[in-house]
C-alpha cells in the first residue's frame, strides 16, 4: 500500500515536472507572437510617414516675432534687436478626418488659425522698419499663404518668409494678426513667448489628450468634438527653455497596443488553463496526456494572432469577442474528447477568463488592484476545489 502511495506520489511530481515544460515550451512560442505585433506596428508607423510626407507630421506654432536692426557708433557693429511681445490670442480650430493606406487609418487634421495680439514699441532705436517672422514646425502643411496685418494694414510675404514693417513715431504698441489654413496629423501645439498669451481650440476629434507644459483652463469634450482654452501668463513661463503645450490627436482604442498588453498575460492564461485541467485529473483521476495539455496550449498562443489580424479589420472588442469565441470553442469540443463533463469546466473557465482579461485591458489603471484581487479570487476557487485531496495519498 506504502509502494503504492509512494508511485501515486511520483506520478502527480512527473506530470507537474511535464507541465512545467510544456509552459517553457509554450512561453518561448509568444515570443514570435509579441515580434509580430511590434512588426505591424511599425509597418502601421512606416504608413504614417507616408501620410506624413504627402499631408504633413505634427504642428507646432511658435509666436511671431519683431525684430529690427541696429547699428552701434563704435564698431559699427549690427544686430538684430527684438520687441516685446505683449499680449498674444489665439484662436484654433480643426477638422479632423481620416487618411487611408492599405488596411490603416490615420488621424490627419486641418486647422484654420488666427493669431492677434501686439508688440510693445520699447526699443531705442532710429530705425522705423522692423521685421515680422513667424514660424511653423512643418511649413509643408500650409494650405494657402498667410495672410499678415500690422496697424489693421496688409502686408505681402516676401520670399524669406520675413515681412518689413514701417512703425511710426510715438506708437506705443504694434498690434499685428496672421490668418492661415495649415495641415497637421498627430498633435498641434503652441510656442511660450509673449507677456500673456491665451489659446482657444475647438475640434470635431472626441478623444484629445492635453500635452506638454500647460494643461487647459477650461475644456469641454463631448461626443462631437471638444473645445478648451489656455491661459498663460510671463510669470508662469520658463525663459529658458522653449515650452510648448496643446493637444494630442489619439485614437482610443489602439489594437497594437491592446494586443501588446494582452499577450503580457499570455503565461497567466497558460498556467491558469493548464491549472484547471490538472486539478479535473486530481480530483476525478481522469487522465490527460502530455500531448493534449501542449495542443491546448498551441490554441491559446494562437488566440493572440487571431487578435492581431482580426483586430487590424475590425473594432477591437469585436475581434476580441471573434477571437474568444474561436479559442474557446475549439478547445472545449477537444475537452469533449476526453470528459464530457471536463469539456463544460474548460469553457466555463476560459470565458471567465477571457473576461476577466478584457475588463483588465480597459481599465489600464486600476489593471493592478483588479488583478491582484482576481488572482486573489482564482487562487481561493483552486484551493477550494482541491480541499478534499489527499496529497500524501496522491
Known sequence: MANENKSEQNGVMKKLCIIFVLLLVLLIALIPVIN?????????????QKVAGGWASKQTI????????KTFEVNKQQEYLFYTLDNCEIKAQTKNEFKKIGIFKIPVYTAEICIKGDFLND???????????FNVSNSRGFVSEPKFSVFGKPFKQNIDKNFEVSIPDGTNKIPFEIKFQIRGADS??????????????????ADPSFEGAFLPVTKNITKDGFSASWSIPKIATD??????????????????????????YGVLFLVLTFSAFFVFELVT????HPIQYLLIGSSLVVFYLLLLSLSEFCPFWAAYLFATLLTVSLIAAYAFTINKKLAIIIKLVLLALYAYLFILLNLEYLSLLFGSFGLFVIISMIMYATRKIQWYKK
Open 36 to 48: 509580430i505585433v511590434s512588426g505591424r506596428e511599425d509597418y502601421k508607423n512606416e504608413a504614417v
Open 62 to 69: 511658435d509666436m511671431p516675432q519683431l525684430k529690427t536692426k
Open 123 to 133: 526699443l531705442n532705436v532710429k530705425n522705423n522698419t522692423a521685421i515680422l517672422s
Open 188 to 205: 498641434l501645439n503652441f510656442a511660450t513667448g509673449a507677456n500673456h498669451a491665451s489659446v482657444e481650440m475647438k475640434s470635431n476629434w
Open 239 to 264: 525663459t529658458n527653455t522653449d515650452e510648448q503645450y496643446g493637444v494630442s490627436f489619439i485614437i482610443p482604442v489602439d489594437n497594437y497596443r491592446m494586443t501588446q498588453r494582452a499577450v503580457k
Open 285 to 288: 483521476n481522469i487522465k490527460v
